[in-house]
């Protein structure tokens, strides 16, 4: 048994075909659709820097992302899937934008009423809801559950961010500085993200 052992490791490390979507699961496309926003950097930086300004927010008025959040992911996912019509370029700027825009209003901490962050949630949701959505937009995939793997991947961890950040605030008095210094990082990778964009297409 024991001369076995290593003609059984090496088979198991040989190379078999990957998929691309979990195959014989019902929900596969769902969790397709969570992994493809839980995995790329630009949407994880999109959710930190809703959840770093919220966190610079008074309590009552970073509930408003929360609420905002699903309903901007879900529609714009849903139309990313139905109606691809977007050019990809005018999207990756999109979020650069949405990323620069977040990052520079927690970076001077303005402090914002109740609709301008959920208004401003929703801005940032709709769009890489949709980023997300397009990438499936003509494969076999039940859109549905893409669409809703989209949507509460980004609200749970949108969510989650925004309940930390809330609570670094309240819990230590340096925290706010911190975000700050957070959300400077997020306005520069969203400055980065749109002059890349940019320049990779001139035209």
């Known amino acids: 048994m024991r001369r076995r052992l290593p003609v059984l490791a090496l088979l198991l490390a040989l190379p078999g075909p990957a998929e691309a979507h979990l195959v014989g699961v019902e929900f596969g496309e769902f969790y397709a659709g969570a992994l493809h926003l839980t995995l790329a950097p630009e949407y994880l930086a999109g959710l930190l820097g809703l959840a770093v300004l ?3 927010q008074a309590k009552p008025v970073a509930v408003w992302s929360v609420l905002a959040l699903p309903l901007a992911l879900t529609l714009g996912a849903f139309a990313g899937v139905l109606a691809p019509g977007l050019s990809a370029q005018g999207l990756q700027s999109a979020i ?6 977040v990052g520079l209003l927690g970076l001077i901490a303005v402090a914002l009423p109740g609709w301008a962050l959920g208004l401003a949630t929703f801005g940032l949701g709709v769009v890489h809801g949709y980023d997300n959505g397009a990438s499936a937009a003509g494969s076999e995939v039940d ?3 893409y669409a809703a793997g989209i ?10 961010l925004t309940g930390l950040a809330v609570a670094l605030v309240e819990q230590m008095r340096p925290a706010r ?26 035209g």
């Open 54 to 56: 919220s966190g610079l």
């Open 96 to 101: 650069g934008a949405s990323l620069l825009a």
């Open 177 to 202: 500085l911190g975000l700050r210094v957070l959300a400077s990082w997020i306005a520069t990778v969203g400055l980065l993200f749109l002059a890349l964009t940019l320049l990779q297409n001139p």
């Open 151 to 160: 949507a509460v991947a980004g609200t749970v961890i949108g969510t989650l």
């Open 143 to 145: 859109w549905r559950l």
